[in-house]
C-alpha cells in the first residue's frame, strides 16, 4: 500500500472539503471533475448554504488489478455528513449521462468504462473492469470501499 510520501504516489489533490446539496453519486462525480477541471467555484461552495452536507475527499488513489496489476485509473474517497462514504473517479472529464454509469452500458459499450457506478449513498456498489486482463469484479459496496480508503489514507487500491 502506498501512503502519502511513497516515491510513486499519485498527485495530492487540493480540494479537502466542500458542501453539496446533492449527495447522488452522479452529482458528486459531475462536482469533482468540474473541481479537477479548476472551475472550484462551481465543484462545491466553501460556506454552508441552508440544507447542504459538508463532503470530506482524500487524495488521488491509483485503482490497480488485483489480476495482472494494471494501474486502472485514479480514484478519489469522500466521507459524506450523514456518515457514509463513497468514491468518484478523478478525472476532470464528466460527460455521460447517468445509464452510462451503469453495469449494462459499461459491460457492453465498445470501450466500456474501468469504473461505474449503480446506486447512490451507503447503498451504491462500484463496478470494476480491467481493459487489460478482462477481469469483471464482482461489485464492490463503495461504502466500505471508500471507508478503508478513507480512514487509512490509502494511495493505492488493489480490486481483487
Ligand atoms: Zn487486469
Redo the contacts with the bound molecule.
Keep these: 500500500m502506498n501512503r502519502a510520501n511513497a516515491p510513486n504516489a499519485p498527485p495530492r489533490t487540493y480540494l479537502r472539503s466542500s458542501y453539496h446539496l446533492d449527495l447522488g453519486q452522479e452529482a458528486l462525480q459531475r462536482n469533482w471533475s468540474l473541481y479537477r477541471r479548476r472551475r472550484h467555484r462551481e465543484a462545491g461552495s466553501r460556506q454552508r448554504p441552508a440544507g447542504a452536507h459538508l463532503v470530506e475527499w482524500t487524495d488521488a488513489i491509483d485503482v490497480v488489478?488485483?489480476?495482472?496489476?494494471?494501474r486502472?485509473g485514479r480514484c478519489v474517497a469522500f466521507r459524506s455528513e450523514p456518515g457514509f462514504y463513497g468514491l468518484v473517479e478523478d478525472h476532470p472529464r464528466w460527460a455521460a449521462p447517468l445509464r452510462m454509469w451503469l453495469a449494462p452500458a459499461g459491460e457492453t459499450a465498445a470501450r466500456p468504462r474501468w469504473l461505474w457506478f449503480e446506486g447512490d449513498g451507503p447503498l451504491a456498489l462500484a463496478h470494476f473492469r480491467?481493459?487489460?486482463?478482462?477481469?469483471a469484479f464482482a461489485p464492490r459496496n463503495a461504502d466500505r470501499l471508500a471507508a478503508t480508503a478513507f480512514e487509512d489514507q490509502l494511495r493505492e487500491l488493489v480490486i481483487s
Design positions: 488489478c488485483g489480476k495482472c496489476r494494471k486502472l480491467c481493459g487489460r486482463c478482462r477481469q
